[in-house]
């Protein structure tokens, strides 16, 4: 089967160029800079042709479970397939879908009941998916248990990443304590409830990760997968990743430990509801100032999937080129994660393609395909 694709405007890494693309056989088989007049080409109308979206981090899919507080959707492979569907017309045809091993406290204990569900539903519906579906590891270090549930996966097909996750309140992502007891106010606990909690997972947090950090790197280290660490805040916790054999620093929230993750050899992924709100949501550095500096790698989607194409056009509000801020979601997402068979428009490639136009600052996803078939 043969596509043709004219009259566009081709995103590579380093350049834009009006051209055509011709997909064969699931790969890109021909691209150039020129358009075709062959009576099977179809018209682009100038819209832009990017590699389709990479995302690494995206939280997205528990939302489908957990559709609301204490409501878990019986179906999961529905659920599984409608967040697929979230995914693709959000642009993104590569995904990695966080999965917690371990929850940190007691709003979020459903995960430890969905755990085995969740990553079942991520194997079983791969032949169904649209976007090529992998699992992200999400492994909550101040769980006691985590190795436990940790351990038993490591042999599924699907699983490429894990991160390692330290939530305890006074350290990385709730340094600051009264972010934390501010983000527990707002899901309904009583000031003491706040307090009460905050103080169980202190205290259970410090001893568990002590325990566990050391042991669950050694259990990643050797298995092939992508480790990451996550939420870096200062040097030390960079030298930590290091040590443990992470190769990339997932939201780092200061300056500070962006650097010393690029310093130390580690890439760097930042959120992209982050660019997209010009801020963290919980004190973290802004990622566009990252940009700026040199210090982002890539942008994830986080908990918003259409996040990922919004947030790389809009750092090309604040200064940086078109191709340099969509390889920050397609070719160097796909390196960081060992996909050499796809991120760029080039010859031989998995023909995973985003065709888009700008209504405004708006994004329009006007058409995606994967391995050359149309899925959106």
């Not at 832009?48 to 609301?68: C, N, Q, S, W």
């Not at 990553?119 to 006691?144: K, M, N, W």
């Not at 092939?224 to 930590?240: F, R």
């Not at 200061?254 to 949501?281: E, K, W």
Request: with cysteine; charged share 25%.
């Amino acid at each position: 089967m043969e596509t043709i694709l004219t009259h566009a405007l081709l995103v590579f890494e380093d350049r834009i160029a009006p051209g055509t693309l011709v997909v064969r056989d699931g790969r890109i088989h021909d691209v150039g800079e020129g358009r075709s007049q062959l009576p099977a080409a179809q018209d682009c109308g100038g819209d832009y042709i990017a590699p389709g979206l990479i995302d690494l981090h995206t939280d997205a899919l528990e939302g489908h479970f957990v559709p609301r507080p204490k409501v878990i959707w019986p179906d999961p492979r529905a659920a599984a397939l409608a967040h697929d569907g979230q995914t693709v017309a959000s642009g993104i045809t590569t995904v990695f879908d966080a999965i917690c091993a371990g929850g940190f406290d007691q709003a979020k204990s459903v995960r430890r009941e969905l755990f085995t569900v969740m990553l079942e539903a991520v194997e079983q519906g791969a032949p169904l998916f649209r976007a090529d579906h992998h699992i992200h590891l999400r492994c909550e270090l101040t769980d006691p248990s985590v190795l436990e549930l940790v351990e038993p996966q490591l042999g599924r097909e699907r699983l490429s990443l894990a991160s390692l996750m330290d939530h305890t309140p006074g350290t990385r992502q709730w340094r600051n304590v009264e972010h934390l007891k501010t983000f527990l106010s707002g899901i309904g606990k009583s000031a003491d409830e706040v307090e009460q909690e905050v103080l169980e997972r202190t205290e259970r947090g410090r001893a568990a990760v002590a325990e566990n950090h050391s042991r669950l790197a050694a259990l990643l280290r050797d298995t092939g997968i992508v480790l990451a660490s996550h939420d870096d805040t200062v040097p030390a916790h960079v030298a930590m990743a290091q040590d443990a054999g992470c190769t990339i620093s997932e939201f780092p929230t200061t300056m500070d430990a962006a650097r010393a993750a690029h310093a130390a050899g580690l890439t760097t992924i930042g959120g992209a509801p982050n660019v997209v709100r010009g801020g963290s949501h919980s004190g973290g550095v802004a990622m566009k100032d990252l940009a700026a500096a040199g210090l982002l790698d890539a942008l994830a989607s986080d908990y918003v999937p259409a996040s990922l194409l919004q947030g790389a056009l809009a750092l090309t509000r604040q200064g940086i080129a078109l191709p340099q801020a969509m390889a920050l979601v397609t070719a160097r997402p796909a390196r960081m994660a060992g996909l050499d068979d796809r991120g760029r428009l080039e010859a031989g490639l998995r023909a995973d393609l985003l065709r888009f136009r700008l209504d405004g600052e708006t994004p329009v996803v006007r058409e995606v395909f994967v391995e050359g078939a149309r899925v959106f």
